[in-house]
Each structure stands twice: as structure tokens, then as C-alpha cells.
T-cell receptor
Framework: DQQVKQNSPSLSVQEGRISILNCDYT??????FLWYKKYPAEGPTFLIS?????DKNEDGRFTVFLNKSAKHLSLHIVPSQPGDSAVYFC???????????FGTGTRLKVLA | SAVISQKPSRDICQRGTSLTIQCQVDSQVTMMFWYRQQPGQSLTLIAT?????????ESGFVIDKFPISRPNLTFSTLTVSNMSPEDSSIYLCSVRPRDRGNTIYFGEGSWLTVV
């Protein structure tokens, strides 16, 4: 039972353009969502998060949007840079717990 | 965020042996977790390391296979016992710092290959 899904295994974007990574979830008890970037041979690096009481959070080039009714969140990267090429994981935490469920990841390739 | 150090960073292990992975954090944290990422897969929570008591294991993971210790607020170990090739994975230590709300951070990971 995959509670957090990233349906696009890969995405290619031109440098300078917007990258949009999507994540869907099924559990309405999730109250906190996070995005991580992972390079090969490294641990995941935290990027940005959002509480379920918000619908948008922005940090520099990164913006996360949350649509609770659709159980969907997205990460926007503007402008995309070649150094953004990595695997991106979304994760969700259930209310009242500290158990984090991760999606399967989307490999982003930013073309110079 | 906390600085999280894992050792070893990489190892090749013989089938049937055991290996202990160490995780050291540079500040006191409220929670420590151990995750596994098998090749091409997502991150899966193995257990929550509890200070001074037995870890809390997720479904599919048992203490005999993955014994965990957490003697204090900044250190934990995960042992992968009686290894088989199916245990070849990245093992990741994760922490929830005191002052970072609900965000968790990861160490660099320990890449184990079982031959």
C-alpha cells in the first residue's frame, strides 16, 4: 500500500526553466510534508517543508504547493540549474506520530 | 541543522557476517531513526531508536536481524546481522533536532554490499 506516490520516475528540464515535481498521497492523517534532494552516494538533503494548515511555502528558488482536497503536493524549482539534477523524494508525516513515509522518487535532469 | 556522521560510509561484507553502523550527531536530538534504501527503491523506516530502551521496529523488521542501540541523545548503532545479498542497501541514520519542528535530517548513509 503506497501511501505516498511520485508517478513520474524521471523529468528533464532546460536550464533556466521551471521544474515541477509532483507527489500524491492517500492518507488524510498526514499533517506535514517534506521534500528532499538526493545525489548518488549521498544521504538525502532537506529542501523545504509545508504544514497541512498551509497551501504554499517558499524558500528561494523552491516553492511547495499543497492541495489538501486533491491530496496532492508539488515542488516548483525556478529557475532550474544543472546542479539541481538529482533524485527528489517527497515525504509525509502522520498526525500524532513521527513516522515519515517516502515516495519512490523522481529523477530530475536539468539540461544546460 | 544537525551534523550527522555515519561510519562506515561503505563496506563489502561476506554473507553470514554481521556489521554495525554507527551514527553520531553533533547536538542533542529528540528522535533518531534508521532507514534503508534498497537499490532503485524508496526510503523505508526500519525502526525508531529510543534512548535507554528497546527500539520501536516497523512491520517487517525484527530486533534479531537489526539490533539497535541508543545509549545517549547523540549516538546510535544499527547492526545488520547474518547478512545475505538481499541486505545490500544504503542504511541511513536520521534525526529530528530539538529546534527544527517536524523536519528530519539524514546522515550520508552507509552503503553495504553483501557478497
Amino acid at each position: 500500500d503506497q501511501q505516498v506516490k511520485q508517478n513520474s520516475p524521471s523529468l528533464s528540464v532546460q536550464e533556466g526553466r521551471i521544474s515541477i515535481l509532483n507527489c500524491d498521497y492517500t492518507n488524510s492523517m498526514f499533517d506535514y510534508f517534506l521534500w528532499y534532494k538526493k545525489y548518488p552516494a549521498e544521504g538525502p538533503t532537506f529542501l523545504i517543508s509545508i504544514s497541512s494548515i498551509k497551501d504554499k511555502n517558499e524558500d528561494g528558488r523552491f516553492t511547495v504547493f499543497l492541495n489538501k482536497s486533491a491530496k496532492h503536493l508539488s515542488l516548483h524549482i525556478v529557475p532550474s540549474q544543472p546542479g539541481d539534477s538529482a533524485v527528489y523524494f517527497c515525504a509525509a508525516k502522520s498526525s500524532g506520530t513521527y513516522k515519515y513515509i517516502f515516495g519512490t522518487g523522481t529523477r530530475l535532469k536539468v539540461l544546460a | 541543522s544537525a551534523v550527522i556522521s555515519q561510519k562506515p560510509s561503505r563496506d563489502i561484507c561476506q554473507r553470514g557476517t554481521s556489521l554495525t553502523i554507527q551514527c553520531q550527531v553533533d547536538s542533542q536530538v529528540t528522535m533518531m531513526f534508521w532507514y534503508r534504501q534498497q537499490p532503485g527503491q524508496s526510503l523505508t523506516l526500519i525502526a525508531t531508536a529510543n534512548q535507554g530502551s528497546e527500539a520501536t521496529y516497523e512491520s517487517g523488521f525484527v530486533i534479531d536481524k537489526f539490533p539497535i542501540s541508543r545509549p545517549n541523545l547523540t549516538f546510535s548503532t544499527l547492526t545488520v546481522s547474518n547478512m545475505s545479498p538481499e541486505d545490500s542497501s544504503i542504511y541511513l541514520c536520521s534525526v529530528r533536532p530539538r529546534d527544527r519542528g517536524n523536519t528530519i535530517y539524514f546522515g550520508e548513509g552507509s552503503w553495504l554490499t553483501v557478497v
